[in-house]
Every structure is written in structure tokens, then in C-alpha cells.
């Protein structure tokens, strides 16, 4: 009798997973370990490669100091780390994206669009809500990610966006304080202790 319903259960499980009923990662843990740290590289790569362009953008387009200097530091902290992760990739055998995908070519053609206060509103606003979506994606692959070598870049990776994020919102948060027309006159410089 046990072995009849070992046999049932295996293939209701099986069958489970085929319908798309049962996730993937009940299947093999082994098989999901590897596909959330590349699924992770895979963002990862595509946000670095959309900073760095937004960045660029920011730096050329910018109305304040504040925000052509945080978009140099994007172009900066994001090139580096984006070599990081080429190299970890590399090593696993992992082909990254060259392209930064829909929705950031979306964002991107959005800002190329506006000029002045309204480019740095709007450029400010998108780099709030990108670095919390990173930060909580950073910190979760640094603590449960499978693949050491990914891990450590996560790991390593965090404080600098973590940085970023506060030296934003600190931007938002003086933009919305003197309005539109002083926002961001500050340098980024002083904003966040260190150069990460």
C-alpha cells in the first residue's frame, strides 16, 4: 500500500509541476538555486546599464548641480559595478543582456523628452523608486542567494546603492521642501558620507 500511494503522490507531483500548478522550485531545489542568482544577475545588469544611461543623460540634461552630479555618480558607481558583475558572470558562464529592455528604454525616451525642473523632477522621482526596488533586491540576494560568488557581489554592491538611494531622496525631499524652481542647487557631494 505504500508504495502505491509513493507512486501517486510522485505523480501527482509531476503532474503538478507540468500543469504549472506546483512552481518550479518544488521541483529541485538545486535547479531554482541557480536560476534566481541568474534571473538576479540577468536585472541586475539591465538597471546598471539603465543608470549609466540615465546618468549620462542627467549629467548633459540636468537643470541643478545636484542632480547633473548625482547622474555622473551613477555613470561612475554604475560602470564599476557593472564590470563587477561582467566578471562574475563570466566565470559562471553567464551571458548577460546588451540591451537594458522595454521598460527602461520606455523611462529612458520619457526623460529624453523633458528639459529644465521638469527633467530633474522627473528624473529624481524615477531614481527613488528604481534604488528602493534594488535595495530590497540587493539585500536579498546578499542574504539568500545560493551562488557565493553572486552573493558577494550583491553583498559588496549594496552600500554603494544604498548610498544612492539616501542621497535621492534627500534630493526629493529638498525639491519638494523649496519648490521647483531651487531644487537641487546643493552639490550631491555633501549629501552622503563617503565615495563609494
Do not use: C
Not at 543608470?51 to 542632480?67: C, D, P, R
Amino acid at each position: 500500500m505504500k508504495r502505491v500511494n509513493v507512486a501517486v503522490a510522485s505523480l501527482t507531483v509531476g503532474t503538478l509541476v507540468l500543469t504549472g500548478w506546483l512552481p518550479l522550485h518544488a521541483k529541485t531545489s538545486h535547479r531554482s538555486k541557480g536560476v534566481s542568482d541568474k534571473t538576479f544577475m540577468m536585472k541586475a545588469a539591465q538597471g546598471g546599464m539603465t543608470e549609466v544611461q540615465l546618468g549620462q543623460m542627467a549629467s548633459e540634461k540636468g537643470a541643478s548641480n545636484a542632480v547633473k552630479e548625482f547622474g555622473q555618480r551613477m555613470v561612475t558607481d554604475h560602470s564599476k559595478a557593472n564590470d563587477q558583475l561582467k566578471q562574475v558572470a563570466a566565470q559562471k558562464g553567464v551571458t548577460l543582456p546588451t540591451d537594458i529592455g522595454a521598460k527602461n528604454k520606455a523611462l529612458a525616451a520619457r526623460l529624453s523628452k523633458l528639459s529644465g525642473a521638469a527633467f530633474d523632477r522627473a528624473y529624481v522621482t524615477a531614481m527613488v523608486k528604481d534604488h528602493k526596488e534594488d535595495v530590497a533586491e540587493f539585500k536579498k540576494e546578499s542574504t539568500h542567494g545560493k551562488d557565493q560568488d553572486v552573493k558577494s557581489f550583491a553583498a559588496q554592491t549594496l552600500p554603494v546603492i544604498t548610498d544612492h538611494l539616501k542621497m535621492v531622496t534627500m534630493m526629493k525631499q529638498n525639491m519638494s521642501g523649496r519648490g521647483a524652481n531651487h531644487a537641487g542647487t546643493h552639490s550631491v557631494n555633501g549629501m552622503a558620507g563617503g565615495g563609494h
